[in-house]
């Protein structure tokens, strides 16, 4: 068992983020495209509000999940599809699961993951709820 760094547990995390392909990889590459992201929940009773527009359904936020913002999201194209999601020489690939409606709030550059993204990038604690990333279909 691992511990996500506020000490909740997380199951397998060494497995985690091995299958999660955590590799270095410089952010300049061409075809990224730039966005902030930011934290949500996929579970009932979280921050994300309802279902995910995907497939109606909540998630574990012990999964690599993430909203992308309704251009991105494109009417459900990218539903159920990896993106790569670049943070400095760090990334990691996650599963759209969910729309973060630009008409109700959301930013139009907007990448709203599931914690365990943020602790698989390596993201400094101090940085969580909002930072500057990349992403890119796979």
């Known amino acids: 068992?691992?511990?996500?760094?506020?000490?909740?547990?997380?199951?397998?995390?060494?497995?985690?983020?091995?299958?999660?392909?955590?590799?270095?990889?410089?952010?300049?590459?061409?075809?990224?495209?730039?966005?902030?992201?930011?934290?949500?929940?996929f579970e009932k009773g979280g921050d994300g509000g309802g279902p995910s527009e995907c497939d109606g359904q909540y998630h574990s936020n012990n999964f690599l999940l993430v909203a992308l913002s309704s251009q991105w999201y494109n009417h459900g194209q990218r539903c159920l599809k990896y993106i790569n999601i670049y943070y400095k020489d760090t990334s990691v690939r996650a599963t759209v699961v969910d729309e973060c409606d630009s008409n109700r709030g959301c930013g139009d550059n907007i990448v709203d993951a599931s914690y365990v993204v943020w602790v698989a990038l390596q993201v400094s604690e101090s940085d969580w709820g909002q930072t500057a990333i990349t992403w890119s279909d796979t």
């Open 1 to 41: 068992m691992g511990y996500v760094p506020w000490g909740g547990p997380v199951f397998g995390l060494r497995g985690f983020v091995d299958h999660c392909s955590t590799y270095r990889r410089s952010l300049l590459d061409s075809g990224n495209t730039g966005a902030t992201m930011t934290l949500n929940s």
